[in-house]
């Protein structure tokens, strides 16, 4: 066990990333991420790795997309604004079924927005992105530990489905610190024949390619996908339940705003009110499964959100509409109050009931 | 005895471009070059959207295809982490030079050493004719149907001058393909390109006047005769800039 040493949450992504074998990070400052660059900067020399500052987000994304083709664990990080910008090269990654690790640190929106912490972009991260039917896998981590432990699972399950992972983390979990412990048995990276590193003359040519002008072909590589895509629902989601044995109430929250649903559970539980909570870790793929569950046994369900509700949306699909929803929320850079989460569960205990 | 063959780096493909179109005559010349340098093995190519996107069908070694603008990035990245790779991007002029602008701008500031082949036809093609960066003024296309106007929207950008402006690339270019002379020029041009980055010297640029009769509108014969006429005295050929060539110099 490695003694645990107290970080930011950016620079603990930055370094467990550096852990987890990836040696090229390319970025374009923007708040509040910025530490992550800064971060890299300082340390990819001193590794033999690379850290460039790329003249744009396009062209950071497209760096990425450069390394990713010759099979090398390569990141870029930023935030709301600037992973609009990435959009087309996330579509392009997922084209050429490309693996990368992509770190956004959401800020309140839309457009300039501002630069506290928000949610806001949970649509855009886990309905694709950008342009044409492809998904991405969607950490949400909850502590500073969790920053490290889910950027390394990134790599992971970005080499292993051949497709982007994206933290999906805010402004409080990049700027906060914690003790972390950075003790992980990194797997070597699997084989990657298809990688254009130069045929040797021995092989024929590989090609990265994202363009099928037959829409045979096309329907055929998107309908592969797709059956990667259903492997990944089946063994990679993940979350926490926390007091749902007995629950009356489900609380559903992710990142921050979990953490604050969980003062409030506390509170309520003082007060005798049955109340638990669901965190998705993986927002893509949602856990549908302990919703569904809950369904059943619940009698009303909380979406605790830093937007004007965008998880909702999901947690009524995996319900199926069985019980009432409803929205605790803050937006714009604001946070729920642990007071406010318990008025909406002490609302959803009084009126929830069918 | 052999006296004329298809170089081992070009595929044996049909190429898609149009009758006349020169895109055929500079990917020889590139496979041309990978066989004369021995470095088909360790090359990679990056061809963005454009004509020449299905570039990747043309060339033997490996091939990335890259979003409309974005291969100078992708070209540092491949680069970067593979830096005895061989890696060159093969861009037209709506790509290089208007969608693309920033990364060309920036991969020529860093000197990365990569090798750019820019096609210069002075209009859009794969889209059915525009009007490109590099459109003459007063040149008929489907969106400047009544002449480039440039108090309407602007000029040319010539890119060999403005990029030698900048202190960060090795050497750029400009030739042509319209005539057995400008072919054996551009070749030679070509050569250097890849051969600067084997020797580790940095960004090597070499822009190709080329034609593209079907947009144009032209016979293939008159499309070769124009480019003397109007594309050459626009964009006259020769060195912009050659780093090592300028150290020499001042020894």
Redesign the interface.
């Known amino acids: 066990m490695a003694d645990k040493v107290l970080m930011k949450g950016n620079e603990a992504i930055a370094e467990a990333a550096i852990i987890a074998g990836c040696k090229?990070y390319?970025g374009y400052p923007i708040t509040p991420q910025t530490e992550i660059a800064a971060y890299m900067a300082k340390r990819m020399p001193k590794i033999g790795g690379?850290f460039?500052q790329?003249?744009?987000e396009?062209?950071?994304i497209?760096?990425?997309?450069?390394?990713?083709?010759?099979g090398?664990r390569?990141m870029t990080s930023s935030s709301s604004p600037g992973i609009s910008l990435k959009g087309?090269?996330l579509s392009?990654l997922a084209g050429?079924d490309l693996p990368s690790l992509i770190v956004n640190v959401q800020r309140g929106g839309p457009g300039l927005g501002g630069i506290q912490p928000s949610q806001s972009d949970y649509f855009q991260a886990t309905k694709g992105g950008a342009h044409g039917d492809f998904h991405m896998i969607v950490l949400a981590p909850a502590s500073v530990q969790e920053m490290a432990d889910l950027t390394v699972k990134g790599f992971e399950l970005a080499d292993k489905y051949r497709m982007t992972s994206m933290i999906l983390a805010d402004g409080t979990m990049g700027q906060m610190m914690e003790p972390v412990a950075l003790d992980y048995e990194i797997a070597p990276a699997p084989e990657k024949p298809w990688a254009?590193?130069?045929?040797?003359?021995?092989r024929e040519?590989?090609?990265?390619?994202?363009?099928f002008l037959a829409p045979e072909e096309l329907e055929r590589v998107n309908f592969e996908r797709y059956e990667r895509y259903a492997a990944i629902k089946e063994n990679e989601t993940m979350y926490e339940e926390y007091m749902m044995e007995d629950a009356d109430i489900c609380v559903a929250a992710f990142g921050i705003a979990a953490r604050v649903a969980k003062n409030a559970i506390n509170e309520a539980r003082k007060q005798g009110i049955k109340v638990g909570l669901i965190r998705p870790i993986t927002l893509w793929p949602f856990p549908e499964a302990p919703f569904k569950k809950a369904a059943d046994k619940v009698k009303a369900v909380v979406s605790v959100e830093l937007s004007m509700g965008q998880m909702i949306e999901d947690i009524r699909l995996a319900t199926e509409c069985k019980v009432p929803v409803s929205l605790c929320n803050r937006a714009g850079g604001m946070i729920p109050s642990p007071e406010q989460v318990l008025e909406a569960i002490k609302a959803a205990n009084n009126g929830g009931a069918k | 005895m052999v006296v004329f063959d298809k170089p081992n780096a070009l595929a044996d493909a049909s190429m898609h471009y149009c009758p006349g179109c020169t895109h055929g005559i500079v990917h020889r010349l590139v496979a041309e070059v990978m066989d004369e340098l021995g470095i088909e093995g360790r090359t990679i190519g990056i061809a963005p959207v454009g004509c020449s996107v299905m570039a990747y069908n043309y060339f033997n070694c490996d091939m990335i295809e890259a979003a409309h603008g974005r291969a100078p990035a992708v070209a540092t990245g491949v680069k970067r982490a593979e830096p005895d790779s061989i890696v060159f991007t093969y861009q037209g002029d709506g790509d290089l030079a208007s969608i693309g602008m920033a990364e060309t701008v920036h991969s020529a500031a860093r000197n990365e050493n990569i090798t750019i082949i820019f096609i210069n036809n002075a209009i859009y093609g794969m889209t059915g004719g525009q009007m490109a960066p590099t459109t003459l003024p007063g040149q008929v296309t489907q969106t400047s149907p009544y002449g480039r106007d440039v108090n309407h929207c602007g000029f040319p950008i010539k890119v060999c001058e403005m990029l030698s402006e900048l202190d960060g690339p090795e050497y750029l270019e400009r030739v042509a393909v319209n005539n057995v002379k400008n072919v054996k020029n551009a070749k030679k041009a070509i050569k250097k390109a890849f051969q600067n980055q084997v020797d580790g010297k940095g960004f090597s640029l070499v822009e190709v006047i080329s034609s593209c009769p079907t947009n144009w509108g032209m016979t293939p014969k008159k499309a070769l005769e124009w480019i003397d006429e109007k594309m050459i005295p626009y964009y006259p050929l020769g060195v912009y800039k050659d780093r090592t060539a300028a150290k020499e110099e001042t020894k």
């Not at chain 1, 497209?62 to 010759?70: C, L, P």
């Open positions: 090229h390319f690379v460039l790329a003249e744009s396009i062209a950071a497209n760096m990425v997309y450069g390394v990713a083709a010759t090398h390569v087309e090269g392009y050429a254009t590193v130069g045929t040797k003359m021995a040519h590989n090609i990265v390619n994202s363009l």
